[in-house]
Protein backbone atom coordinates (compact mmCIF):
# COMPACT_ATOMS: atom_id res chain seq x y z
CA UNK A 1 0.00 0.00 0.00
CA UNK A 2 2.86 2.94 0.77
CA UNK A 3 4.54 1.54 -2.46
CA UNK A 4 1.58 2.93 -4.27
CA UNK A 5 1.43 5.72 -2.17
CA UNK A 6 4.90 6.94 -2.92
CA UNK A 7 4.39 6.02 -6.99
CA UNK A 8 1.81 8.64 -6.89
CA UNK A 9 4.04 11.35 -5.67
CA UNK A 10 6.75 13.19 -7.55
CA UNK A 11 10.18 11.74 -7.85
CA UNK A 12 10.96 15.26 -5.50
CA UNK A 13 8.64 14.14 -2.45
CA UNK A 14 9.46 10.75 -2.39
CA UNK A 15 12.18 10.23 0.36
CA UNK A 16 9.68 12.90 2.45
CA UNK A 17 6.74 11.12 1.92
CA UNK A 18 8.47 7.70 2.49
CA UNK A 19 9.81 8.84 6.02
CA UNK A 20 6.55 10.26 6.79
CA UNK A 21 4.58 7.25 5.91
CA UNK A 22 7.17 5.15 7.73
CA UNK A 23 6.68 7.58 10.76
CA UNK A 24 2.83 6.79 10.57
CA UNK A 25 2.78 3.05 10.03
CA UNK A 26 5.32 3.24 13.36
CA UNK A 27 2.58 4.81 15.67
CA UNK A 28 -0.57 2.77 13.90
CA UNK A 29 1.29 -0.61 14.86
CA UNK A 30 2.29 0.92 18.43
CA UNK A 31 -1.19 1.86 18.83
CA UNK A 32 -2.89 -1.22 17.86
CA UNK A 33 -0.44 -3.69 19.83
CA UNK A 34 -1.11 -1.06 22.86
CA UNK A 35 -5.37 -1.74 21.88
CA UNK A 36 -3.81 -5.87 22.31
CA UNK A 37 -2.47 -5.05 25.86
CA UNK A 38 -5.08 -2.93 27.08
CA UNK A 39 -7.73 -6.01 25.84
CA UNK A 40 -5.35 -8.68 27.35
CA UNK A 41 -5.41 -6.93 30.38
CA UNK A 42 -8.64 -6.03 30.72
CA UNK A 43 -9.59 -9.73 30.32
CA UNK A 44 -7.43 -11.22 32.98
CA UNK A 45 -8.35 -8.42 35.78
CA UNK A 46 -11.69 -9.02 34.83
CA UNK A 47 -11.12 -13.11 34.61
CA UNK A 48 -9.83 -13.14 38.40
CA UNK A 49 -12.51 -10.86 39.91
CA UNK A 50 -15.42 -12.52 38.38
CA UNK A 51 -13.59 -16.21 39.14
CA UNK A 52 -13.00 -15.13 42.65
CA UNK A 53 -17.20 -13.74 42.66
CA UNK A 54 -17.82 -17.00 41.44
CA UNK A 55 -19.76 -15.87 38.20
CA UNK A 56 -20.29 -18.79 35.54
CA UNK A 57 -18.36 -18.59 32.36
CA UNK A 58 -16.41 -16.24 33.70
CA UNK A 59 -13.45 -16.45 31.20
CA UNK A 60 -15.64 -15.89 28.18
CA UNK A 61 -17.51 -13.13 29.56
CA UNK A 62 -13.57 -11.56 30.90
CA UNK A 63 -12.78 -12.09 26.85
CA UNK A 64 -16.03 -10.81 25.65
CA UNK A 65 -15.23 -7.41 28.29
CA UNK A 66 -11.81 -7.08 27.03
CA UNK A 67 -12.77 -6.48 23.09
CA UNK A 68 -15.98 -4.78 24.10
CA UNK A 69 -13.63 -1.91 26.25
CA UNK A 70 -11.71 -1.46 22.46
CA UNK A 71 -15.70 0.36 21.98
CA UNK A 72 -15.67 3.60 24.21
CA UNK A 73 -18.45 3.89 25.97
CA UNK A 74 -21.06 1.58 25.22
CA UNK A 75 -18.69 -1.40 24.51
CA UNK A 76 -18.02 -1.56 28.33
CA UNK A 77 -21.74 -0.54 29.41
CA UNK A 78 -22.82 -3.33 27.29
CA UNK A 79 -20.23 -6.07 28.60
CA UNK A 80 -20.86 -4.45 32.43
CA UNK A 81 -24.92 -5.22 31.11
CA UNK A 82 -24.08 -9.01 29.98
CA UNK A 83 -21.91 -9.57 33.07
CA UNK A 84 -24.58 -8.62 35.22
CA UNK A 85 -27.18 -10.73 33.43
CA UNK A 86 -25.04 -13.55 33.91
CA UNK A 87 -24.50 -13.25 37.31
CA UNK A 88 -27.77 -13.13 38.00
CA UNK A 89 -28.92 -16.09 36.12
CA UNK A 90 -25.91 -17.92 37.70
CA UNK A 91 -27.20 -18.21 41.37
CA UNK A 92 -25.53 -17.88 44.29
CA UNK A 93 -21.81 -16.82 44.47
CA UNK A 94 -18.61 -18.23 46.17
CA UNK A 95 -19.69 -15.58 48.75
CA UNK A 96 -23.02 -16.67 49.73
CA UNK A 97 -24.66 -13.44 47.83
CA UNK A 98 -28.18 -13.77 46.43
CA UNK A 99 -28.21 -13.30 42.46
CA UNK A 100 -29.58 -9.75 42.57
CA UNK A 101 -26.49 -9.06 45.08
CA UNK A 102 -23.99 -10.59 43.10
CA UNK A 103 -24.95 -8.82 39.98
CA UNK A 104 -24.81 -5.21 41.54
CA UNK A 105 -21.31 -6.75 42.67
CA UNK A 106 -20.66 -7.52 39.20
CA UNK A 107 -21.65 -4.12 37.86
CA UNK A 108 -19.34 -2.39 41.14
CA UNK A 109 -16.29 -4.22 39.77
CA UNK A 110 -17.01 -2.93 36.17
CA UNK A 111 -17.20 0.15 37.28
CA UNK A 112 -14.38 0.35 39.39
CA UNK A 113 -11.99 -1.34 37.08
CA UNK A 114 -13.69 1.19 33.85
CA UNK A 115 -12.46 3.79 36.19
CA UNK A 116 -8.60 2.77 36.79
CA UNK A 117 -8.22 2.31 33.27
CA UNK A 118 -9.53 5.04 32.34
CA UNK A 119 -8.09 7.27 34.66
CA UNK A 120 -4.55 5.15 34.73
CA UNK A 121 -3.97 2.91 32.37
CA UNK A 122 -5.24 4.15 29.03
CA UNK A 123 -3.32 7.24 29.52
CA UNK A 124 -0.22 6.11 30.51
CA UNK A 125 -0.13 3.14 28.18
CA UNK A 126 -1.44 5.16 25.03
CA UNK A 127 0.54 8.33 26.15
CA UNK A 128 3.89 5.86 25.87
CA UNK A 129 2.86 4.55 22.64
CA UNK A 130 2.12 7.53 20.95
CA UNK A 131 4.05 9.95 22.58
CA UNK A 132 1.19 12.33 23.11
CA UNK A 133 0.70 14.14 26.64
CA UNK A 134 -2.47 12.16 28.34
CA UNK A 135 -4.61 15.99 28.12
CA UNK A 136 -4.03 15.79 24.20
CA UNK A 137 -5.36 12.39 23.94
CA UNK A 138 -8.59 13.38 26.12
CA UNK A 139 -8.98 16.47 24.26
CA UNK A 140 -9.08 14.72 20.65
CA UNK A 141 -11.17 11.64 22.16
CA UNK A 142 -13.80 14.64 23.17
CA UNK A 143 -12.89 16.47 19.91
CA UNK A 144 -13.13 12.77 17.74
CA UNK A 145 -16.53 11.96 19.52
CA UNK A 146 -18.00 15.22 18.80
CA UNK A 147 -16.72 15.11 15.24
CA UNK A 148 -17.74 11.67 14.30
CA UNK A 149 -19.51 9.58 17.03
CA UNK A 150 -18.09 6.58 18.24
CA UNK A 151 -16.10 6.36 15.07
CA UNK A 152 -14.55 9.55 16.27
CA UNK A 153 -13.97 7.93 19.49
CA UNK A 154 -12.06 4.97 18.35
CA UNK A 155 -10.16 6.56 15.63
CA UNK A 156 -9.19 9.72 17.16
CA UNK A 157 -5.73 8.33 19.39
CA UNK A 158 -4.42 7.26 16.22
CA UNK A 159 -5.33 10.31 14.23
CA UNK A 160 -3.64 12.55 16.76
CA UNK A 161 -0.73 10.67 16.55
CA UNK A 162 -0.53 11.26 12.68
CA UNK A 163 -1.21 14.93 13.44
CA UNK A 164 1.59 14.91 15.54
CA UNK A 165 4.24 13.07 13.21
CA UNK A 166 2.96 15.44 10.16
CA UNK A 167 3.30 18.55 12.38
CA UNK A 168 6.80 17.41 14.06
CA UNK A 169 8.00 17.15 10.57
CA UNK A 170 6.42 20.42 9.06
CA UNK A 171 8.25 21.81 11.76
CA UNK A 172 11.68 20.30 10.91
CA UNK A 173 11.50 21.57 7.63
CA UNK A 174 11.19 24.82 8.64
CA UNK A 175 13.79 24.99 10.63
CA UNK A 176 15.73 23.50 8.10
CA UNK A 177 14.93 26.32 5.73
CA UNK A 178 15.58 28.80 8.16
CA UNK A 179 18.72 27.18 8.92
CA UNK A 180 19.61 27.25 5.27
CA UNK A 181 18.70 30.72 4.67
CA UNK A 182 20.60 32.20 7.68
CA UNK A 183 23.99 30.82 6.40
CA UNK A 184 23.65 31.78 2.47
Not at 127 to 144: C, Y
Request: charged fraction near 15%.
Amino acid sequence: MFDRIINLVPNKYKIEVDILLKKINSILGSYLRGQIFLVILISLVLFICLSVIGVKFALILAIFSGFAEIVPIIGPIFAATVAAIVAYMGGQSNFGWDPFQTAIVVVIVYTVVRQIQDYLINPYIMGKITKLHPLIILFAVIAGEHVAGIVGLILAVPIAGILKIIFEYSMDLIEDKEIEEKYK
